[in-house]
């Protein structure tokens, strides 16, 4: 799909939102502060799946009653970024092919003139969107729309921009920049488990736009991923890594496929 056919449905989209708008439960909130830690399920892993595939495409395989959550690679400073436009990014994929566009913009003063007044050397800050029952038309792949519609819950997360760091002169700090991308991940793991969520679609988050570094990034997903609160929590966590290799291969390496079936011993990380 061109960048103009995804103008025109990035526009149609809105359109077919203002028609239904008031028949939608979708809601949206703000989070500040660390979300609960609860005790584990059970002992068992989720099944890990590391893919390079477009994280849209992921739903035509996972059943619409399963309830199914994404993590928005968000831009930090703009709803959506830009995505009417027709820029090629994930959360532009998002916004074109759901509602979470209108959600995300009416947090414009909570939480983007926030992010723009403590920019924070361009780490930004811990704070995050947890978007409930969002509708999904369909992806990128096609201009059609899905046949049978579906709802997700959608986690709006910005990664530290290493790229705009190094614009402004700024020196990234590799502790910091860890601390601040585990945390983010922590989160919102937290809120899907908190939410009752049971598939995960996660990916290389910040690793293609704000260019960090995979194998940081890889890292700090493995260490959230082992600790005991996580256990039993999810059936699967899919990597869905589009157009970067390089990350897809470190991501693989650094979170190997397992099954249901094994265990793992618990994480004691102090980050929370």
């Known amino acids: 799909m061109d960048s103009k056919a995804k103008r025109l449905l990035a526009h149609h989209v809105i359109n077919i939102y203002q028609v239904q708008m008031r028949q939608l439960e979708q809601s949206t909130m703000l989070v500040t502060a660390t979300p609960g830690q609860t005790v584990g399920r059970g002992m068992l892993l989720p099944t890990i799946i590391v ?63 926030y992010n723009i007044q403590h920019l924070n050397d361009y780490y930004f800050v811990d704070r995050l969107l947890y978007s409930q029952k969002i509708k999904v038309l369909g992806d990128d792949e096609s201009l059609k729309f899905l046949d049978h519609f579906r709802y997700i819950d959608v986690v709006s997360v910005a990664a530290p921009n290493v790229r705009a760091m190094f614009c402004n002169g700024i020196k990234p700090d590799k502790q910091l920049l860890y601390r601040h991308i585990y945390r983010r991940i922590l989160w919102t793991l937290r809120l899907f488990k908190n939410h009752q969520v ?75």
């Not at 595939?53 to 709803?79: C, E, H, Q, Y």
């Not at 092919?97 to 003063?109: A, D, G, H, S, V």
């Not at 190997?256 to 079936?261: D, G, I, K, L, R």
């Open 198 to 272: 049971r598939v995960v679609i996660l990916g290389d988050f910040g690793c293609q736009r704000s260019g960090n570094d995979p194998a940081l990034v890889a890292q700090a997903f493995s260490q959230a991923l082992k600790r005991q609160e996580f256990r039993g929590a999810f059936t699967t966590v899919y990597f869905d890594i589009n157009q970067n290799a390089r990350a897809y291969h470190i991501f693989k390496e650094t979170l190997p496929a397992t099954s249901p079936q094994q265990t793992i011993k618990s994480s004691t990380a102090v980050l929370q």
């Open 51 to 113: 893919e390079q595939r477009a994280p849209l495409s992921r739903l035509k395989t996972i059943p619409s009653d399963v309830k199914t959550g994404i993590m928005n690679f968000a831009n930090p400073l703009v709803p959506g970024g830009d995505f009417q436009s027709g820029i090629d990014a994930s959360e532009a994929a998002l916004c074109r092919n759901t509602f979470l566009y209108p959600e995300l913009k009416q947090m414009r003063r909570k939480y983007y003139y």
